[in-house]
């Protein structure tokens, strides 16, 4: 059977103000069509479906709009999505049951029962298109602070039946290791192992910017033997680069299908075709995601002094739809600017240069020269550009010598993830 793994959407995202409902539009059309193209039996989608915990109206009818035309148009299609860090779990579940009649299983939280994992309402079983059950999904969200209450070293178990977790396993790794025990034995040979997640594996490399900090800040990251050899495939969301993990070829993350951030502009933003024979991966293959709106980051060989920028701008196309009759596809510029004395003009002088050109200009990036600092206006960041923990470390700084301690940047984190969730 084959599998189609995507993640990191997250519609409703906006990029330093600019919308992105065109990019997310055309990603959504692709993937109907690559989904019927390659006679997908299961599409996976690990999280960070939103951009955001209470997204706009149109975020959320692209999502239902999308999950109807994919079962009209592949039928059969079995789709199953776990929550991110950035979306609400409980809104992403509240239409459960509706979803299940598209057979959409949506897992926003860890199921309890009694104070206790129930692992069985993450297993899902994956059946091809005569039937036949070919595999089992173990569809584990992200896991915030509170769903791990209980676990590790309370989550040895004895005589009830119950996998025993090692009582030196951490907190997610218990979880893992009850909803794989389960699904092992249920499994019946030739079946195989599936298992999600939204979070950070060790080894993985992050995006600078547009990663939110999760797990402690990431530094809780999740070994990688949480994911027993034994799997077939691991379908992994929250980091935006798509990359193996550890060198397994069956360990992934999807990454991100547009760019989050102008400095994923050479990501290779893809979805990843799984096909499943025999309990195993037998094919893993990246499928490249053609992108709509393209990133201009100019100069190209670095930053350059005005003199030097203002010809480069003034030389790009003039813009095709001045009137704005079509949808706006022109590329998003970011201007690498070294910021040399005298020159308290540059950000009009720039904004002269790309008016009526086929760019949209979302930021000047400005680095100074000589010794001392350079103006404020001239050396201030955008709020676009600063995460939540680098704000708490200047603050703390501030006040206190050293680093923040981990416990308390745990506690940090754990308050911003709050925030987010009531946005």
Known sequence: MKLLHTSDWPLGHTLLDADRE??????????????????????????????SANPPATAQRAWYRFLVEAGRRRKGLQVVAIAGNHDSAARLEAPRE?????????????????????????????????????????????????????????????????????????????????????????????????????????GGHLSEISERKIQKGNQEAVALDVFGSDVGYVALGHLHLAQTVGGRENVRYAGSPIPLS?????????????TLADGRATSVEAVRV???????????????????????LRALPPDPDPERREPDRRPFLEVRLVVEAGEPGWKSAIQDAVAGKDARLLRVDPTSTGSGSAPHEQTERSLSDVTPEEVFRMKYAKEHEGEPSPELLAAFHDLVGEAEAER
């Open 22 to 51: 065109v990019e997310h539009d055309e990603f959504l059309s692709w993937l109907l069509d690559t989904i019927e193209a390659h006679e997908v039996d299961a599409l996976l989608v690990t999280g960070d479906i939103f951009d």
């Open 98 to 202: 509706v979803l299940a009649s598209l057979d959409v299983t949506v897992v926003g939280e860890l199921p309890c029962a009694d104070g206790r994992l129930d692992p069985a309402r993450l297993l899902v079983p994956l059946r091809d298109r005569e039937g036949v059950r070919r595999a089992w999904v173990a569809a584990v969200p992200y896991l915030r602070s509170s769903d791990l209450a209980g676990f590790g070293e309370e989550a040895a178990l004895e005589d009830d039946g119950s996998v025993r977790i090692d009582p030196n396993a951490t907190r997610v790794a218990a979880v893992y290791a009850e909803a794989s025990a389960l699904v092992r034995s249920r499994r019946t040979d030739g079946e195989a192992v599936v298992l999600t997640g939204h979070l950070y594996a060790a």
């Open 290 to 312: 053609p992108r709509s709106v393209p990133i201009l980051r100019l100069p190209e060989g670095g930053s350059l002094p005005l003199a030097g920028i203002l010809p480069i």
């Open 262 to 274: 102008l400095d994923e502009a050479g990501y290779p933003h893809q979805v990843v075709l799984v």
